[in-house]
T-cell receptor, first 113, second 112 residues
C-alpha cells in the first residue's frame, strides 16, 4: 500500500540558509500534519492542513511557512535556518472523510551546520 | 493547557512477559486515542487506536484500554518480543481541527 512520502530524506544546510521539505500524502488523504522531533525529544506539532487550508497551528516559528497544494502534497519552507532547527521533520496524513488515523512518513533529517 | 502524558520514561521487561504502558490525558474532547511505536531514526508507526466511546480494543498481541473516568489510556503487549523494543507514544486526536497531540515517549526495552 502507498505510504506517506517525504523528500529529501536527508538535508544539510548552513546557518541562515533556506530549506524546503516536501510531503506527499497517502492517496485520497485530505489532511497533512507536520511535526518536528529533536534528538531524544517527542514529536512537536508544527502545523496541519485540511483540504489545502490551514487547519491548526502549533509551535511553528515565524521563520517557517507551509502550504498544501491542489494535489494535496505539502511543503514546509524554512528560512534563516538556525542550529537549533536541526531535527527530524515528520509529515503525516489522514482522511477526515473516511475518518482514518494518521500515518507518518519516514521523515527528513535536517542538519544545520 | 491540554496535554497527553506518560507516567514513566522507561520500561524494561523480560522477553515473553506482558508489557503495560500507561498514559494520562487531559483533553476530554478527543475523538480517539492512538498508540505509536517509533524505532530509532524512523517515523512513528501506528499500532492501534481506540475511539472515545469505547473502553477496550484488541489487535494482534496488543490491547488498548481507555478509562474515561480517570482519563487514562494503556497499551498492553502480550508475549513481548525483542522487536517490540522502541519508544512508544500515546496521542490524542480531535477531528474537528485535525489536531493530533503526542504525549511523552516511553522507551520499552526487552531483555533476552
Amino acid at each position: 500500500a502507498a505510504g506517506v512520502i517525504q523528500s529529501p530524506r536527508h538535508l544539510i544546510k548552513e546557518k541562515r540558509e533556506t530549506a524546503t521539505l516536501k510531503c506527499y500524502p497517502i492517496p485520497r488523504h485530505d489532511t497533512v500534519y507536520w511535526y518536528q522531533q529533536g534528538p531524544g525529544q517527542d514529536p512537536q506539532f508544527l502545523i496541519s492542513f485540511y483540504e489545502k487550508m490551514q487547519s491548526d497551528k502549533g509551535s511553528i516559528p515565524d521563520r517557517f511557512s507551509a502550504q498544501q497544494f491542489s494535489d494535496y502534497h505539502s511543503e514546509l519552507n524554512m528560512s534563516s535556518l538556525e542550529l537549533g532547527d536541526s531535527a527530524l521533520y515528520f509529515c503525516a496524513s489522514s482522511s477526515r472523510v473516511t475518518d482514518t488515523e494518521a500515518f507518518f512518513g519516514q521523515g527528513t533529517r535536517l542538519t544545520v551546520v | 493547557g491540554e496535554s497527553v502524558g506518560l507516567h514513566l520514561p522507561t520500561l524494561s521487561v523480560q522477553e515473553g512477559d506482558n508489557s503495560i504502558i500507561n498514559c494520562a490525558y487531559s483533553n476530554s474532547a478527543s475523538d480517539y486515542f492512538i498508540w505509536y511505536k517509533q524505532e530509532s531514526g524512523k517515523g512513528p508507526q501506528f499500532i492501534i487506536d481506540i475511539r472515545s466511546n469505547m473502553d477496550k480494543r484488541q489487535g494482534q498481541r496488543v490491547t488498548v484500554l481507555l478509562n474515561k473516568t480517570v482519563k487514562h489510556l494503556s497499551l498492553q503487549i502480550a508475549a513481548t518480543q525483542p522487536g517490540d523494543s522502541a519508544v512508544y507514544f500515546c496521542a490524542d486526536f480531535t477531528g474537528a481541527n485535525s489536531k493530533l497531540t503526542f504525549g511523552k515517549g516511553i522507551t520499552l526495552s526487552v531483555r533476552p
